[in-house]
């Protein structure tokens, strides 16, 4: 098992190509305070997102901007033709740290979702993982590694 130890690892879990959206988030918002956006069109988390963001979400320190209810949850969803049936769905942070050390490099999506009020924005994405080609390689050495009696 490759560990993030390793020279290996270490850039597999580091992020590439990061792109924070704050500017576009802070645009929606005051869009939606100067009237030129409904509630309705911002606060349309539907019910995947909203399992999604219990499941696997994060709890962070920032309070809905919209409601001010509750704390806002990060969901991160991962994209990858290297996941195969795991592209597209939501993971932990730790399960995102496993599939880098195992997988061809992958996009991450952050999604910030406010439980109480649906209010849902792309807040950053990023990639992780594997030079291109080498996470299949990867995973049969430790499968390899595993089956050594
Ligand atoms: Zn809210």
């Excluded at 098992?1 to 005051?30: H, I, N, S, T, Y």
């Excluded at 979702?113 to 990867?138: A, F, I, K, M």
């Amino acid at each position: 098992m490759p560990g993030a130890e390793e020279p290996a690892g270490r850039a597999a879990l580091q992020r590439r190509r990061v792109v924070d959206f704050a500017l576009r988030r802070r645009g929606v918002l005051a869009e939606l305070q100067a009237g030129g956006l409904s509630l309705r069109e911002v606060c349309d988390a539907d019910m995947y997102l909203q399992r999604a963001a219990g499941f696997h979400g994060e709890t962070t320190e920032t309070v809905c901007p919209v409601c001010r209810k509750e704390n806002l949850t990060e969901v991160s969803w991962v994209f990858g033709d290297d996941l195969g049936s795991s592209s597209g769905s939501a993971r932990s942070d730790e399960e995102i740290a496993q599939l880098a050390l195992t997988h061809d490099q992958f996009t991450v999506h952050v999604v910030e979702v406010c439980r109480s009020c649906s209010w849902n924005h792309l807040v950053l994405s990023y990639e992780v993982g594997l030079p291109e080609g080498t996470g299949r390689r990867t995973r049969r050495a430790a499968r390899e590694l595993r089956h050594r009696p």
